[in-house]
């Protein structure tokens, strides 16, 4: 469902039903493996990454670990 569909679908006011949808984002984010607790990694796991997985990796601060 897209989120006019929640709207047009629910009673509930569309500043719950964003917050709702905010909180959701978060939580996927956790549970694909996107937010890392620790942000630094080797070399050898930064390489072991998919492309997007390492491109979002540096753009929320990663740092390799010091050897």
Do not use: Q
């Not at 959701?24 to 942000?39: H, I, P, Q, V, Y």
């Not at 050898?44 to 929320?60: G, H, I």
């Amino acid at each position: 469902m897209t989120k006019a569909d929640i709207k047009t679908n629910t009673n509930t006011p569309p500043s719950k039903t964003d917050a709702i949808i905010e909180k959701a984002r978060k939580l996927t984010a956790g549970f694909t493996g996107e937010a890392s607790t620790d942000n630094t990694l080797t070399k050898a796991e930064v390489v072991k990454m998919t492309p997007r997985a390492r491109l979002e990796f540096f753009k929320n601060g990663g740092k390799f670990k010091d050897a």
